[in-house]
Nanobody
Framework: QVQLVESGGGLVQAGGSLRLSCTAS????????MAWYRQAPGKERDIVSS????????YYADSVKGRFTISRENAKSAVYLQMNNLKPEDTAIYYC?????????????WGQGTQVTVSS
């Protein structure tokens, strides 16, 4: 099991940038991938981007392609989300997720979330 702590959210004007950080602790040796999800008021939690821990695989939702960049720093058990050209529709609580364990029984861990608000 891992524990996740996010930081970096805040209030920004449309067109601005923010960088989210997520640091894992605990059984970090078992991490297989990490991801960012977001949940806007009244909506479901959706994936934004994910990154494999030991390969070059990266995924972006269509809505953020070209604007957001995910990266990881394995030595620090950290994942980052650089968000550029932010839009009001990016407003949401952003959650860090880690998939841990053997491939046959992966389990997900979640952070507490960090609020991102983009004003128009």
């Amino acid at each position: 099991q891992v524990q996740l702590v996010e930081s970096g959210g805040g209030l920004v004007q449309a067109g601005g940038s923010l960088r989210l950080s997520c640091t894992a602790s605990g059984a970090t040796f078992s991490i297989k991938s990490m991801a960012w999800y977001r949940q806007a008021p009244g909506k479901e939690r959706d994936i934004v981007s994910s990154i494999a821990w030991n390969t070059d695989y990266i995924y972006y939702a269509d809505s953020v392609k070209g604007r957001f960049t995910i990266s990881r720093e394995n030595a620090k058990s950290a994942v980052y989300l650089q968000m550029n050209n932010l839009k009001p529709e990016d407003t949401a609580i952003y959650y860090c997720n880690a998939m841990v364990g053997p491939d046959s029984s992966l389990m997900g861990s979640w952070g507490q979330g960090t609020q991102v608000t983009v004003s128009s």
